[in-house]
């Protein structure tokens, strides 16, 4: 492995393995990476935000912070 692998947080065979992680698995954990909420990889999940244009709009142009966008429904 290369010295910047991080097994706690990057995905590979070991954290997320086929029989858990594949959608046509059996054994399929939706939890690892299928919900729009930190799963495997933590912080570094990637969680999606829909809103309305107003509520967009209602953020302003100030610079944002991770606790600024409003919880994901």
Do not use: C, Q
Not at 19 to 34: I, Q, R
Not at 51 to 70: Q, T, V, W, Y
């Amino acid at each position: 492995m290369p010295e910047w692998h991080l097994p706690t947080y990057a995905p590979d065979e070991y954290n997320l393995p086929w029989e858990k992680a594949a959608w046509s698995a059996t054994k399929y954990d939706m939890s690892l990476v299928g919900e729009n909420r930190p799963g495997v990889m933590g912080p570094y999940h990637p969680v999606i935000h829909y809103m309305s244009k107003e509520e967009f709009e209602a953020l302003g142009n100030r610079k944002l912070s991770p606790r600024d966008i409003p919880e994901w429904r």
